[in-house]
């Protein structure tokens, strides 16, 4: 077996398409360190948001802001399907390379390919998944995903480090209309390869075209205006009991009959000076505020709804709330997923932050929260307490 650096060693397979190369790599490159990036910087944002530190504060306003992050988060994810599978593809014959490594640097960036790689892959399979409600594993889904996308972006960055040169030359050299230099770490030499085949521009315009057909077919479950095109969206937002999906049936934490002879809201905690016991007919003879605002689940699909309810600001003000209070709000069922979620002073102040009743003016169904919900601006879906039973202020 020959182990000088430009032969092809006898036991490793040949590879016949002009495309193994690294101009390909680098402008895929390119393309999946966007992809990524974004997709990690609106994750970040995400579970921040779920489980915020002392030091974050995430605002009520925009409105929409969540769901305009959450949409570029799983679209970006999507997208990047295609663009990983290529990339590997366009980067095999790399793996059979003798010697392996040259240098020092050489390896480190190599093994850094194994954290990059297995978790570009475990993101991307899990991600989708969660998209499907599909996790066929133990773990939480949350804390593997997030701790998954800061190894994969550490050894992102060590792979765009020492990868720069190469791509740097390949872009300046396509600016200045030349053809880039032949890289000092060319895939092993081939022998017959085939002619023909796709062009360059056809091959990387079929894989962009891939990842926009993606995209295209996904981004409608957020972007209303593309919604007739979301033929690959899990659940269609414009589908479903009231006419908008539901991710968690009141069968499923036992709520199907509430019985509103027994049904009280209470307001309580260090933070008011009156607490409150109210029945459903007090609440529904409150004044009653309406607002148009967006479920905008995790998943990525996101819904404008018209809500009628109380303000939580009205309840607080009745029940002698200190200024810029903050509360917990609790659901009516006892399972500890989904149960409680926090309203910060500014979101707990909005004059559109709801506990509704109603919905496109009809009462809600179980499945939507029946007897009151939250519902306020700029929240994930997973923080629009359903079935609510209790605010806790501080």
Not at 70 to 93: D, N
Not at 149 to 170: E, F, N, P, Q, S
Not at 191 to 219: K, W
Request: aromatic share 8%.
């Amino acid at each position: 077996m020959s182990t000088t650096v430009d032969s092809h060693p006898r036991w490793a397979p040949r590879f016949t398409s002009r495309q193994h190369d690294d101009e390909n790599a680098a402008w895929l490159g390119i393309a999946l360190g966007v992809a990524f990036t974004v997709c990690f910087v609106t994750g970040v944002v995400s579970h921040l948001i779920q489980d915020p530190g002392s030091w974050f504060h995430w605002p009520a306003r925009p409105a929409g802001l969540y769901r305009v992050n959450q949409g570029l988060h799983v679209t970006t994810g999507v997208v990047a399907v295609p663009l990983l599978i290529v990339k590997l593809w366009v980067v095999f014959p790399k793996l059979f390379e003798w010697p392996p490594f040259r240098s020092v640097a050489q390896a480190v960036e190599r093994l850094a390919l194994v954290p990059l790689v297995g978790g570009a892959v475990f993101l991307l399979v899990t991600g989708v998944g969660n998209v499907n409600i599909w996790r066929p594993y133990d773990f939480s889904f949350r804390t593997g995903h997030y701790a998954a996308a800061w190894i994969v972006m550490g050894a992102l960055v060590v792979h765009v480090a020492a990868k720069w040169a190469v791509t740097r030359d390949v872009v300046a050299a396509r600016l200045r209309g030349q053809s880039p230099p032949a890289s000092t770490e060319a895939a092993p030499a081939v022998e017959g390869e085939r002619p023909g085949g796709l062009s360059r521009r056809a091959f990387l315009g079929t894989t962009a075209a891939a990842s926009g057909a993606l995209a295209l077919f996904t981004v409608g479950q957020t972007f209303a205006p593309l919604r007739s095109l979301a033929l690959l969206a899990p659940r269609r937002p414009d589908s479903g009991p009231q006419g908008f999906p539901v991710n968690r049936t009141a069968e499923s934490v036992g709520l199907t009959d509430v019985d509103l002879a027994d049904y009280r809201l209470e307001v309580v905690g260090d933070g008011v000076a009156t607490p409150l016991s109210l029945t459903y007919d007090d609440l529904a003879a409150m004044p009653q505020h309406e607002a148009t605002l967006p479920i905008a689940c995790v998943e990525g699909w996101s819904t404008n709804q018209r809500w009628q309810g109380v303000r939580v600001r009205d309840l607080l003000e009745r029940a002698g709330a200190r200024s810029g209070a903050e509360a917990t709000v609790v659901a009516l069922h006892d399972n500890p997923r989904q149960r409680t979620s926090e309203l910060s002073s500014g979101q707990a102040s909005d004059p559109d932050t709801l506990l509704a009743l109603r919905v496109n003016d009809e009462v809600l169904v179980a499945d939507h929260g029946f007897p009151a919900r939250l519902i306020g601006p700029n929240r994930p879906g997973v923080h629009q307490t359903k079935w609510v039973a209790r605010l806790e202020v501080r």
